[in-house]
């Protein structure tokens, strides 16, 4: 069947993130030379409460934990089982992921060779559609007593791969399973052949799900790479994606400012649901200067960037007001600014932080204007909108076959190709805090390769 030791291993878990849930119940089947040489199989203690949903799937209540071992109890006997195996398990990094965590919390390693069953499935019978655990055992009349517990489930694989070698031979099996072993860390659902089809070169990915809603846009300046880099990670975010994800897009841009523009607008456009801090937003709490007498005062507005806006006004851009009122009680207690004139204090007369030596007056007129007001430039230099230098639109190239992007007063206005006409356009252009960052920064180390924007 293999020419190594294997175990077929299945675990039932309090709940889905292996960083904060615990292993149930768990079954392991080692199998050497086609023959099973040891069982081992027990609930566990998981020391945490058991979800009402988790004893619905499974049937395992607490009372049924009472006088089970802990993980830390089986540990021993667990790895002398697996020692020198391969792991297999149906969507394997699942399985992997919490024994791993279990053996660290008890400052042991645990990195075996892994095989997946649904990948193996899939690339033995691509014909078939699905190939959860659900489906192998009605496809395939897996003969199973009860699902969703450990025992059960980890005798099912194990069936599936007795089955799938009668079915297809030792020399297209084996083939299967040496395929699958040297891409251990691809997503179950995954194709190899979407990962060989990657180049490393700069460009943007898109994971996408089954029915290819967007799951997570990202960048590279080595697109390969840093899609296997997702696979290859445990930590919890990556595994959710690496369970869901059944497609890959990959579109090439020539440049890392071309990815990075590119990464920003499909984000905002796509809204994948991993995507988090990218995700455009259409309101912001701004930082706006106003004047009250001869002293600059700052207050939290709430609006977005517009064609008619004041850029040299806006002296920093929030996603929500908790952001911005946490950065200006910083600066202000930092650079000794008197919290009236920067909107934190409401009182009248000589603010409370004067009599504590905090404020230099410049709320009753002690310090003058021009020096309260260059030291509020120097505190908010770093979080000020620059002004736009150029006199119009620029557009700045991003591909070595002539395409370009259109930019002008820090918002993307559209991309040239290589004949200078406009073939993607976003139909409402407007600014972007992600946006203006890396334009801003291209622009400040490239200034050489901008150009003037001469509409036709």
Not at 29 to 45: C, Q, Y
Not at 131 to 154: F, M, N, T
Not at 161 to 167: K, P, S, V
Request: aromatic content about 8%; overall charge positive.
């Amino acid at each position: 069947m293999f020419e190594y030791p294997v175990v077929f291993v299945d675990i039932e878990t309090t709940g889905g993130s292996y960083r904060t849930s615990r292993i149930l119940e768990i079954a392991a089947i080692r199998v050497e030379n086609g023959v099973v040489t040891r069982e081992f199989s027990t609930i566990l203690n998981p020391e945490v409460r058991i979800p009402p949903q988790i004893t619905s799937l499974t049937g395992i209540q607490a009372r049924d934990t009472i006088g089970k071992p802990t993980f830390q109890e089986i540990a021993d006997e667990l790895q002398d089982i697996l020692q020198g195996a391969v792991f297999v398990a149906h969507n394997v990094r699942f399985d992997y992921s919490f024994i791993k965590q279990e053996y660290k919390r008890i400052a042991r390693e645990f990195s075996p060779k892994l095989l997946c069953t649904v990948r193996l499935s899939r690339a033995l019978y691509p014909l078939n559609r699905g190939h959860s655990l659900a489906a192998l055992i009605e496809r395939h009349a897996i003969p199973v007593s009860a699902r969703h517990r450990a025992e059960d489930d980890a005798r099912a694989i194990l069936y599936f791969a007795e089955l799938a070698l009668r079915e297809h031979g030792q020399e297209k099996f084996s083939k299967a399973v040496n395929m699958q072993l040297k891409s251990q860390s691809l997503p179950p659902h995954l194709n190899i052949s979407d990962i060989e089809t990657i180049d490393n070169v700069p460009g943007v990915y898109i994971f996408r799900d089954e029915s290819r809603l967007p799951l997570y846009v990202g960048k590279s300046i080595t697109l390969k790479k840093r899609v296997l880099s997702h696979f290859q990670s445990t930590s919890s975010k990556e595994l959710k994606i690496s369970q869901q994800v059944h497609h890959i897009e990959t579109i090439k841009t020539g440049s890392e400012f071309a990815a990075l523009i590119l990464e920003s607008k499909l984000v905002k456009e796509l809204q994948p649901i991993y995507n988090r801090l990218l995700r455009r937003i259409s309101q912001y709490a701004m930082l706006v200067a106003t004047m009250e007498g001869e002293y600059k005062r700052i207050e939290i507005k709430t609006g977005s960037i517009d064609e008619s806006t004041d850029l040299s006004s806006i002296y920093g851009m929030y996603r929500n007001r908790v952001q911005a009122k946490k950065k200006i009680e910083e600066l202000t207690r930092l650079f000794q600014l008197c919290p009236k004139l920067m909107g934190i204090e409401k009182a009248k007369g000589v603010c409370f932080w004067y009599s504590l030596d905090r404020c230099k007056g410049a709320c009753i007129g002690n310090e003058s204007a021009a020096s309260y007001n260059r030291r509020l430039e120097i505190a908010l230099e770093h979080t000020k909108i620059a002004m736009w230098e150029y006199p119009s639109a620029i557009q700045v190239p991003l591909t070595e076959t002539g395409e370009s992007v259109v930019i002008e007063n820090w918002v993307v206005r559209g991309f040239l190709n290589s004949d200078g006409e406009m073939v993607v356009s976003d139909s409402e252009p407007s600014f972007d805090m992600d946006e203006y960052k890396i334009i801003r920064r291209f622009l400040r180390l490239n200034r050489s390769l901008v150009r003037p924007y001469e509409q036709a």
